[in-house]
Structures are given as C-alpha cells and as structure tokens.
C-alpha cells in the first residue's frame, strides 16, 4: 500500500514564539531550525522580518547553515491598502529574506476585512491576489487563510472568494487556519471537503492550521488531513498563543504510527521525538510536560502494583504502541500503591534480574523508606542511587563534614530591609577538607551555592547542571509542623532531567539530602561516560 | 429545543490520584468531593476501599456529608475466580463502604481473561455476572469495561457478552473504557454505535471513559457522546496515570457550550469550573496548567500589539467564547492584570460590594500581590486580613522587631546524630519586648515554638490552634532555587480550619509570614467573640 505522504509545517519559531513566557534569542532559533532540519521537517517557518530586527538576523544567519530538503519560510501580512505590493514595506522585508518559501497571511473574514483592516471585501480580495502574485515570483508560496472556518461561518461565498484569489495568483498551498482554536472536528472535516471541493478547478493544495482553544486542536488536524488537507501546521510541544497551537510531535505521531494510509518525514523514524520535544523546552527554558503524549516522561510510566505485575506479563496490551518507536522508554513507577513487582521492574533496568538476594535488600530498603514518607516514583536519580549504594557500587565523590545554615529577619532593628540567608559547609573531598560559605535568596539557594563553590575545582561539569524545579510536602499532614517533610528536587543538564528526593522532619535537612543526591547523579553519569 | 441531558462521573479521586506526583491525604478528599458536589457532578468515585485504609476512612467521614444530588461511588474489581461473590474480601469492602453507587470493573479481552487473570471465558463472563448481580441487590451499579476498545478489536463477540453479564445482571451503566488511550475518535464513534446496537434488547445505559495517550480523549469523549453514549467519565485537570484521564473540565466545556444539544449539570452555570480547576490543582500541590483550554491563565491572553488592539475592537470574533462562561477572563499580556473576578467574589463575602473606592484599593493589592506570586484561593485568612489592613480595622497583636533561625547537621564532626533546627525571635507586645529562643524539628517548628512561647502570657487561645498542614510551591520554577516561594499554611482550633499564605524567595521569610498570619487570624477571631 502507497501511504499518502503528509507535508510538516513547523511555525515554532513564529506562532509558537507568542505563548506566554516564551521569548527565544536569535541563537536558540538557529539551533531549533537546525534541529527540525535534522529530523526532516518539510517547512520551517523562521519568522516575521517586518516585525523585528532578530527576525531579520535569522533569515541572513539561516542561509549559511545546510538544512538538507528542509524549506526555511519567511512570514508576512498581506500589503496594505491602496498601496501597490512592490511599493509595501512589508512585501520587501519578504523578498529581501531570500527564503525558497514565504507564507502570507490574509482576511478571510468579511467582518474583519471591513471592521478590523477597514477596506471593502473586494479591495480585501485585491490585497490578497496581488501580494500573492508579486511574491509567488521569487517563492513558493503558502496562503494562510486567517478565521478560515470562522469567515465560512460567516459567510462562505466570500471565505472561497480569497482562496481563489491566493491560488490564481500562484500560491501553491492554501491553509485553512483555525485561528481562534473554537471549531469542532466534524465541522472542520465538512468544511475542509466543501473548501477542496470548490476549488477543484485550481492546481493547488491544501493545508491545516489549528489552536488547541477547545483542546481538539489534534482532532481537527487529522480529521482536515482526512478530508483531503496535506499540510499540517503546527508547533513543537504545542507552545503558542492562549492554549497553543497544535502540537506536531502528537501529530505526527498519530499520521505515523496510528492512523492508516498516511505517511510524514518522508517515512524516516520519529524516534528523534522525544529528544526534540525535551531540546525545545530546554531551550525556551519551559518546564517539560510530563504528561504530554508519546514524549513526556510519564507517557509510559505505569503505577498501581496488579497493574505493573500485568504490564511485565505483556506488555503489548498495556501500552498503545511500543515507547520506543518515538524514542520513549517504559517506566515503572514506585509508589504506595505498588508492589514488589515495580520494584522488580526498575531493578530489571539494572540488570538485577538474577540476583534475587540483592533484590530483595532493594525491596526491603524502599519498603523502610516508603514507611518514613519516601516516594521514588519522581525521584529515579535517588532510586538510581540507592540501588547503586546497596549493590556497593556506589562511590561518594563527597562527604559532608558538616552544614548550617542561617535565615532570618532583622528589619525593624536595623531599620532596612534585611531578610538574608548564609550557608556553611564542611565537605571532604578525596583528602581535602572544603570549608565554604556563600549567602542565598534563601536556605536552599545558599546550600546550592556553598556546595557549588567546594566542587567546583575538583568537578568542573557541574556548571553545565541546574535546579529547575523544588517542591515541599508534607508527609503526615496530621501534626502541622512537626510533621515529616518531603523535598523534590528536579535538576537537569542538555541532556536529561533527574529527581531526587529528601525526607526529613527538618526541612533544610531534606532538601540538603535531594541536593547531594542531585549532584552526586550528575557526577556518577559524568564518570559513565 | 431539548437539550439532552449528559450526566458526569469524576474519578479524580481514584483514577487521578494514579497520575504521577499526586497524593491526596483523606482531608483533600473530602474537600474535593464537597467541591465537586457543589458545582453539581452527578457521580464521585471516591476510591478503592480494598486496596487502603484511607480510602475505607473516606467513605465513612462523606456519609456525614450533604453532598446534595451528587451521588459518591465506591470502586472494585469483580471478584476472584473460584470463589462466591458474597465470600470476596473485595466484594464485601464495596458493600461496607454503604455508597449509594458501586463501580465495578471487568475484564473484558479475552486475552486479559485468559493470560492476566488465568480464567477460562467462561469463568470470566461468571465473575462479572455474579459480581454484579451480588452489588445490584444494594446500589446503583455501574460496570466499567476495562480495554473495551482493544478487546472489541480482537474478539467482538465476547466483548459483547461480558457487556450483557454486567447488564443482565442488573447494571444501570455499562462504561466503555479506553484503557490504553489508544483509540481513534471515528473507531470510538463506531465501536460505541455498535455496541449500543448489540444491547439495544436490554434496559442499559453507556458511559465513555477515555485516556489521553494520543491527546484524543477530549475528541474520543464527544464521538462516544455522539454515537449515543449518555455518560462522560474523567477526572478535573485531566489528572491521571500516563498522559491522564479525559478533562472533564474541557468536556462539560465543550458539551454544554460548544456543541449543540447537549447539557451537563442539569443545565446549572459552568462559572465555578476555573476556581474548581485551580482548586484541585493546590489541593494536588501541582502545578497550574497555564495554557489549559477554557480554564487555564493563558486561555484567553493575547499577545501582540496588532493582535490586541483588534481585540478591543471586536473581542467577540477573536475569543471562541465569552471567558466569563467558564469563570475566566480576558488578560491582555501587556498588563499582566488577573483574577478579578475571584477577587470580587472573595470581597463579595465581606460585603464591600457598597464601597466602590475600598474595593478598588483591595483589587489594587491583591493585583500588586498576584504578580508577586500570592494566590489567595487556599489563604482566605490571609485575604481576611488584607482586607482588614486595607479598610483600617486590624490591629497587629504584636510586631516582629527580629527574627533568626539556625539549622544544620554537624553529625560527622560530632560522632553522634544531631540534626538541629534553633529559632530566636523578638517580638513587642504591647509595650513589652520579648525575647525568646525555641528549639524544634525543623526550622518552621522552631519558629512557631518561639512564637508560642513569646505570646503565651498574653494570649492564652493561641493553645487552642494547632498547624494542620504546611505546603510549599515555587512559583516561578524555571531558575531553580532563586526562584520566589510561596508557603501555605492551614491551621485548625476545635471550631474551623483556615489557611494562610507567605511568598518570598527565601522559605523561611515565606513561612514566617504565613505563620504570622494564622496566629493573628486566631487572634482577631478571639477578639470579636
């Protein structure tokens, strides 16, 4: 069977670049573009060049690197009224990009063309069909048809009027967008085939870009693809304005691996997904999803102790496709709810298999912390660790003499603001006794600081590691402060990101024990290597 | 028109609690189903009373509860093979926990029967249909379909008996379940006509229950809805092992204002789900999803200067709904302005509605406080307090002058454990200057032992409060440790509980602050006896 191949447009760099928090630097769109190229994205949209100066840069830095079959895309509004296109700003800063692509986008919308942009619905249609035509003479182009579904709505005679208008003009793909993320499957799927349908006298094909407002923004994609679309637009982990755009890795996924009769990526594995997925948030310094389907860390990651006993017995029958295929990995998590044959699962991870002595130490090791308020399940670099202590592989690359820390408030007395935080330590390191101090927004941010500043000569790649995330519960709520409390600490390098876990009833305690673990997994993963 | 009615089963409690770092303590169980029982959820599966204690003790403390028209499921397992259902421990757990509603759970692919559970089919089909016939004679029963899909797939026709066990034997609901999330919404959509077909001799209604493994679980719900189902199971948030459960949020969302022809919850307001969505995710201590359709901070924020001025013009076309529907409102980025109307309806409750200037002064504050990192949903005596600060009527019961805590471990050194935790505080009392120290378990515990001692003359109430629960959040978690904190503190007397908040980049300033809050709290709640 001849699957039908789907064409990837990636807006990451464009769209996604509205969502909220995220800002890239002109170095972070390069690596991204590089990466997209490597994994054979077949558009890459790199930006707006009218809207700013970064954008510019982009597009003259872009065509000095190879990025193979890939088209790099250069984005832009339609001209502006009664002007002529080669006179507009807009439509030279297009031009002047030099990309084998450019998308231009337009009013669909009757209300939008009269109310928003303030021009008559034919002088709208003028705007569309001759930017199209000017810019369709250097590029391939791409009309992004703005409120499509929105404006056919509205009224479709119209919605069809400036699709027309881009395709006689010599665009190539028109793309039906659903800009405010508001329309159901079934009306995107009817919509799509009435719009294809209605142009099929034209030379030109049609691609689908959808926002993830009613969290449908997958559904649609692929009922559009369904209904004759073979573009899909989108954005990397589905980062973008308000709820985002659609995310690509899940579309792709669902094209490649679950739906029949299509292909992406000209049929090459998806298992580079999850690493791009994880470099994309790293680099637009966003927590990773872990939920997020086929490429988060919990996508399959299995709790609940009959369950995992069943998982290990066939493993095809509890999980929808085999992690691998898009660079994922199974994990067992260890929870109160789990039994023994978690634990087994993770051991297995260590090759443990046959040591069933050393088995059930670890059994018995996690059963005695799990009583006193542990929980492994987000905190793998510390099971790692512990697994490595009991089986006596573990080799400390520091021992703690001693540590303090010192907070507090002296305002009033002192009659300025005065909140502070020290910390003191006394670490041994081989035989050199480390004795450092270092002040800290806080306890943990001192401790951090203190601790980085002993290892710093002897363990120079610490610097590439950092804390992205410390969280603080407490374990038996029951007796308020006296109670026991659990520290995570998420930390991460360019590669991957570890937890690690502290129990205390003293809270600087726990969070001093999940800080060593987090440095000590970094060293041991240094030493692997 | 008629709307038709489709009800709404919440499995947050059980399935959610299944997602990865989630944990709920008995307390935040009952919360959450009295919130849910609020806002009218027509089933709340409280959990497993086989698998745990908690469980067993929550469904004794609901039973004193009004949850009004909400009716609370427990969750089991059909029984083990060879056994009566009136002998099984699982069975007889269902029928103690004295639920007006019981949710069973089956095998349904023949391989699960045959290779997980070691039954032959036949014994299988047995185990559903006396399981139910023994929980039917007691409550409303529903049957849960585990891996209906996939075992649809491989054996229709014995997918189809065990539907007709259940429902013989005198289940109200069949639910369809997805297990594996791996379902396509036009297979959902088809399968679920099926077997509506295949059952439509007997008095039987259908329930969907999806997993979002291919981010189609909103999609797969609305097929099932579609194709005749006339039950939506899920969790809020979409909390769940792997990728999650369906949102229920976004499924009521889309039923009730997006579709045509359907209502939830008896056609009441879906004003409460941004508060209720938030809600659980303090109470889960998870973080907010920003970008969450129709709830999330992000939903409705725009970006963008072009962009934002059409909206002023015409928000209605570039919102796919009115943000007010769901609780939520607009945010134009810029501003950075949220949580207006969860601010109006806290002033609300302290009947400022009247005072037009107070309340904007308020709204002035809580805004300054929010960009800080306040949230003020968990610390409504904090807000209490604020708002006394802001209208002239608090009257601090005593003033820091200066605060210092000490912690550390200096184990090693001294050859014997000595984890320690000091705090010394001076306080003014009236005109009296305090100057106490405390040890404590941890420096949190030190500090309130302080505080305790320095205040303990002059208020003698303060023996009646005890701290109940202590969390901790970073709010800003992308730089790690520098990151500000945000500390909320619940504390409890004989009469009521209420919670208190602190942020700070340093724990223990945040801590204190809390701390300082919930005795003063007490302390004003004593005055005005």
């Known amino acids: 069977m001849n699957a039908k191949p789907i064409l990837i447009y990636d807006t990451t760099l464009r769209?996604?670049?509205?969502?909220?928090?995220?800002?890239?630097?002109?170095?972070?769109?390069?690596?991204?573009a590089e990466r997209l190229a490597e994994i054979g994205i077949d558009f890459i949209e790199g930006g707006y060049p009218l809207s700013n100066e970064k954008d510019v840069a982009f597009f003259r830095e872009i065509k000095k690197r190879n990025l193979g079959n890939s088209k790099v895309c250069a984005f832009g509004m339609t001209r502006r009224k009664s002007m002529k296109a080669e006179d507009d700003p807009g439509m030279k800063a297009l031009v002047q990009a030099e990309t084998p692509c450019i998308t231009l986008v337009g009013k669909t919308w009757d209300y939008h063309a009269t109310e928003v942009l303030r021009v008559t619905l034919d002088e709208n249609l003028a705007m569309i069909g001759e930017s199209a035509e000017f810019l369709a003479r250097g590029a391939e182009l791409i009309y992004d048809a703005e409120h499509f579904f929105d404006g056919y709505n509205a009224n479709p005679e119209y919605a069809i009027?400036?699709?027309?208008?881009?395709?006689?003009?010599?665009?190539?793909?028109?793309?039906?967008?659903?800009?405010?993320?508001?329309t159901l499957p079934e009306r995107i799927r009817e919509v799509t085939e009435l719009?294809?349908?209605?142009?099929?006298?034209?030379?030109v094909q049609i691609g689908i870009h959808c926002h993830n407002d009613c969290e449908l923004a997958v559904a649609n994609s692929l009922a559009a693809v369904d209904?004759?679309?073979?573009?899909?637009?989108?954005t990397i982990n589905g980062i973008g304005e308000r709820c985002g755009n659609v995310d690509l890795i899940t579309v792709m996924s669902n094209l490649a691996l679950k739906k029949k009769g299509y292909s992406v990526l000209g049929s090459r594995s998806l298992t580079p997904l999850t690493e791009l997925s994880r470099f994309v948030y790293e680099t637009a310094n966003l927590q990773w999803r872990n939920n997020q389907p086929f490429v988060g860390q919990s996508a399959f990651a299995h709790k609940g102790g009959m369950h995992v006993h069943a998982i290990n017995k066939a493993?095809?029958?509890?999980?929808?496709?085999?992690?691998?295929?898009?660079g994922n990995e199974r994990r067992i998590l260890v929870s109160e709810l789990s039994g023994r044959s978690n634990i087994a699962a993770l051991a297995n991870k260590h090759n443990l298999d046959d040591d069933r002595e050393l088995m059930d130490k670890i059994l018995?090791?996690?059963?005695r912390l799990e009583n006193q308020g542990y929980q492994f399940e987000n905190a793998g670099a510390s099971f790692d660790l512990l697994v490595k202590r009991i089986s006596g592989t573990y080799k400390p690359h520091f021992n703690t003499i001693k540590y303090r820390v010192v907070a507090g408030d002296r305002s009033i007395e002192s009659e300025q603001p005065s909140v502070f935080a020290e910390a003191i330590i006394k670490l041994k390191v081989g035989e050199t006794l480390w004795f450092d101090a270092a002040e800290g927004h806080g306890p943990i941010n001192a401790l951090d600081a203190a601790l980085r500043k002993a290892l710093a000569d002897e363990y120079p790649m610490l610097a590439e590691m950092r804390l992205t995330d410390y969280k603080v519960r407490v374990v038996e709520s029951s007796s308020g402060?006296?109670?026991?409390i659990r520290v995570n600490i998420e930390s991460c390098d360019e590669h991957e990101s570890w937890g690690t876990i502290g129990v205390s009833e003293n809270i600087i305690e726990a969070s001093w024990s999940a800080l060593v673990d987090a440095v000590e997994y970094k060293l041991h993963k240094s030493e692997n290597k």
């Not at 402060?481 to 026991?484: C, K, L, M, Q, R």
Request: charged share 20%; proline share 1%.
């Open 481 to 484: 402060t006296e109670a026991s």
């Open 315 to 326: 493993a095809k029958t509890y999980e929808h496709i085999d992690p691998a295929l898009v």
């Open 227 to 234: 209904a004759g679309a073979t573009q899909v637009q989108g």
């Open 161 to 182: 009027k400036t699709l027309r208008a881009a395709a006689s003009a010599g665009a190539t793909w028109l793309s039906l967008c659903d800009t405010n993320g508001g």
């Open 15 to 32: 769209d996604g670049s509205q969502g909220e928090g995220v800002s890239f630097s002109l170095q972070d769109k390069l690596n991204i």
């Open 195 to 203: 719009a294809i349908e209605a142009l099929s006298d034209l030379d």
């Open 364 to 367: 018995g090791e996690v059963v």
